[in-house]
């Protein structure tokens, strides 16, 4: 799970950072103010790689998945690409843990089986 949801969160990294350079020609923003919400949501991305397999760490990317989609009230487009990161997401989260389960039990299988012989 950890490398696909993981792979899930640097892609939205260059999402985000190119969301902040379209958000700076909206003249109405001040550009501070967009790079230190870019810049948080940005560093946030890369931390929550490392604890993804953390309590909680699945919860904090679905309240990533919702930020990133609520900043389409910004940057339209950003509707659209939240929601397919956020299925991304999903898939990293669903098919990660069945990938895990999957390893699990292949490990526990190769492990009987050299104890039998």
Not at 79 to 92: D, K, M, R
Request: contains cysteine; proline residues 2%; hydrophobic residues 60%.
């Amino acid at each position: 799970m950890r490398v696909l949801c993981s792979s899930t969160l640097i892609g939205e990294f260059f999402v985000i950072g190119f969301a902040g350079l379209v958000a700076m020609k909206d003249d109405s923003l001040a550009m501070s103010t967009v790079w230190w919400v870019c810049g948080i949501a940005m560093v946030l991305s890369v931390l929550l790689c490392g604890t993804i397999t953390r309590p909680g760490g699945v919860q904090l990317g679905w309240a990533l998945q919702i930020a990133l989609v609520a900043s389409g009230f910004v940057v339209p487009v950003m509707f659209f690409l939240g929601v397919v990161f956020a299925v991304l997401w999903w898939a990293s989260v669903h098919y990660g843990r069945k990938i895990d389960a999957i390893k699990a039990d292949w490990a526990a299988r190769q492990e009987a089986e050299s104890a039998a012989t």
